[in-house]
């Protein structure tokens, strides 16, 4: 979940879920959309040798060289509907959540408390507006290994109070043009599942994460 400020200076809270596209899908999702743009990022996580972000929801990344830490709001993963975070840019914000000490670069700071990389995949992104919701499509490729296809419905709100009612009307708008209500794996937890067993088990475990 993003925060931002709009021009009115009133805080915006994104409320998304995960689908996944299959078939025609993705034909009928985008059929009358906007198309936005196009971009494309990749994205490198971090976590310690005992998993302690990820297992307790924390996603650590340096996207294009800008440091996010999404930190949980709401139940955890494996068992709410859809996505809820927030999302921390100010790199001094993001020390001052992990510990890190301001005397070393970021990454150097992240190696000497013992942080790792332990996931990279690159993203093709192409962005929609469809009857107000925002999609976006998502073309995951880690390292040429496999390749990940997913949809993002997103919906901005103004209060916390609101995000059930947004999330209610997310899936009846995926209902509509046709796609499955099923829970989906991000892009990270899916890598892991195919990649890594030990740390998705860590994940399931710690009931961040769905078998």
Not at 40 to 46: E, Q, R
Not at 112 to 127: A, I
Request: aromatic letters at 12%.
């Amino acid at each position: 979940m993003n925060y931002y400020t709009a021009p009115s200076f009133v805080i915006m809270i994104e409320v998304e879920k995960k689908f996944l596209l299959k078939g025609d899908d993705e034909k009928r999702l985008i059929e009358g959309a906007d198309f936005i743009g196009e971009k494309v990022f990749t994205d490198i996580y971090y976590d310690t040798k005992n998993f302690l972000l990820t297992i307790n929801d924390k996603w650590l990344r340096q996207r294009t060289g800008k440091w996010e830490l999404k930190l949980p709001l709401g139940p955890k993963a494996a068992t709410r509907v859809g996505d809820l975070y927030e999302e921390i840019e100010d790199e001094e914000k993001i020390r001052k959540a992990l510990n890190i000490s301001g005397g070393n670069e970021m990454e150097r700071g992240l190696q000497d408390c013992g942080y790792f990389k332990f996931c990279t995949c690159k993203t093709t992104r192409k962005k929609y507006k469809k009857n107000g919701f925002g999609i976006d499509i998502d073309f995951v490729d880690y390292n040429d290994d496999f390749i990940y296809e997913i949809a993002e419905i997103e919906l901005m709100v103004q209060d916390k109070s609101e995000m059930p009612g947004a999330m209610k009307k997310i899936i009846s708008f995926a209902k509509g043009n046709g796609l499955t209500i099923e829970h989906v794996r991000g892009k990270v937890v899916e890598y892991l599942k195919r990649k890594k067993p030990e740390h998705f088990q860590a994940l399931v475990n710690a009931g961040m994460a769905r078998k």
